[in-house]
């Protein structure tokens, strides 16, 4: 069964504007990853927050994570036409091996 | 740079035929993993390996099987491909540590005719 669930399911938002994603899980994680996906690619690591953690930045990226909420979101500022991509979640969890458990993403397009 | 290399980028083979996909990484990563992406239903576990000739089901086991006889190499087999396996496999590597990042290969298309 899927542990992450993205929201949305697709996001389209003009050059710019900043684009926002969000992820739920169903049980306790040691981390959250994001990716991206460019069509018909693998996927690329783009951030790692801890379960400790509550927020996290790089670049133009900023994650937040609520464990007591089992939810996470993923904000990037001032979109480029380069960021339309597919963007998913990812938990490893606390129990059992580091199974490495992905959501259905969320199809981000960015309009020039 | 970290290298995940998947055989083939396209693959077109009939029912029933025994197919084979490897991956092979060069970062001396203990993990490895086995995805299939279907449209609406993002990345879905087959199996994952986190040692030589360790294995363990993900959620979608069934109709495929795992061979890692080194640690470089994990292979996906389909028994006996059928129509409902075509999809993109994705296979990913990362170390045995609790916060680490999965490098992925760059898919194989598989179609089943």
């Known amino acids: 069964s899927q542990q992450g669930e993205e929201d949305p399911q697709a996001l389209s938002i003009q050059e710019g504007e900043n684009a926002t994603m969000n992820c739920s899980y169903k049980t306790s994680i040691n981390n959250l990853q994001w990716y991206r996906q460019n069509s018909g690619r693998g996927l690329v690591h783009l951030i790692l927050?801890?379960?400790?953690?509550r927020e996290k930045h790089s670049g133009r990226l900023r994650v937040t994570l609520d464990t007591s909420k089992k939810s996470s979101s993923l904000l990037i500022t001032a979109s480029r036409a380069a960021d339309t991509a597919s963007y998913f979640c990812?938990?490893?969890?606390?129990?059992?091996?580091?199974?490495?458990?992905f959501g259905q993403g969320t199809r981000l397009t960015i309009n020039p | 740079d970290v290298k995940v290399t998947q055989s083939s980028r396209y693959l077109v083979k009939r029912t029933g035929e025994k197919v084979f996909l490897e991956c092979v990484q060069d970062?001396?990563?203990?993990?490895m993993f086995w995805y299939r992406q279907d449209p609406g239903l993002g990345l879905r576990l087959i199996y994952f390996?986190?040692?030589?000739?360790?294995?363990e089901k993900g959620d979608i086991p069934e109709g495929y099987s795992v061979s890692r006889e080194k640690k470089e190499r994990f292979s996906l087999i389909l028994e006996s491909a059928s129509t409902n396996q075509t999809s993109m496999y994705l296979c990913?590597?990362?170390?045995?540590?609790?916060?680490?990042?999965?490098?992925f290969g760059q898919g194989t298309r598989l179609t089943v005719v």
């Open positions: 390996s986190y040692d030589v000739k360790m294995k």
């Open positions: 990812a938990t490893t969890l606390i129990q059992g091996a580091q199974k490495l458990v």
């Open positions: 990913a590597s990362s170390f045995f540590r609790t916060s680490t990042e999965a490098f």
């Open positions: 970062m001396d990563h203990e993990n």
């Open positions: 927050i801890r379960s400790n953690e």
